[in-house]
């Protein structure tokens, strides 16, 4: 079993930035990739970021304003967010898969209770 905590979310003005923590424990993360997905008000959850905790490599919905990463000593991934936009308002959840990066959230395994970022205009 994998147990995700994440922190960090908050309200921020339109172009400032968060950072997002995931804390994992329960075991190690070898061989797992981290996501990072978030879902707004009536809509479905959609991917963010995700990294394999290995070789660090990642893989972005759309590049350039967020950064996803890690802290193999803290067993935490992070989302640094920029230049967010009201679009951006969302629960952001951290999730776990055994394998390789995938961009579906059904073959994530372990998920956080969430996170809530809210971008106001």
């Known amino acids: 079993q994998v147990q995700l905590v994440e922190s960090g979310g908050g309200l921020v003005q339109a172009g400032g930035s968060l950072r997002l923590s995931c804390a994992a424990s329960?075991?190690?993360?070898?061989?797992?990739?981290m996501g990072w997905f978030r879902q707004a008000p009536g809509k479905e959850r959609e991917f963010v970021a995700a990294?394999?905790?290995?070789?660090?490599n990642t893989y972005y919905a759309m590049k350039g304003r967020f950064t996803i990463s890690r802290d193999n000593a803290k067993n935490t991934v992070y989302l640094q967010m920029n230049s967010l936009k009201p679009e951006d308002t969302a629960v952001y959840y951290c999730?776990?898969?055994?394998?390789?990066?995938?961009?579906?959230?059904?073959?994530?395994?372990?998920w956080g209770q969430g996170t809530q970022v809210t971008v106001s205009s």
């Open positions: 999730a776990a898969r055994r394998g390789g990066i995938t961009t579906m959230s059904t073959t994530y395994d372990y």
């Open positions: 329960g075991r190690t993360l070898s061989n797992y990739a």
């Open positions: 990294i394999n905790w290995n070789i660090g």
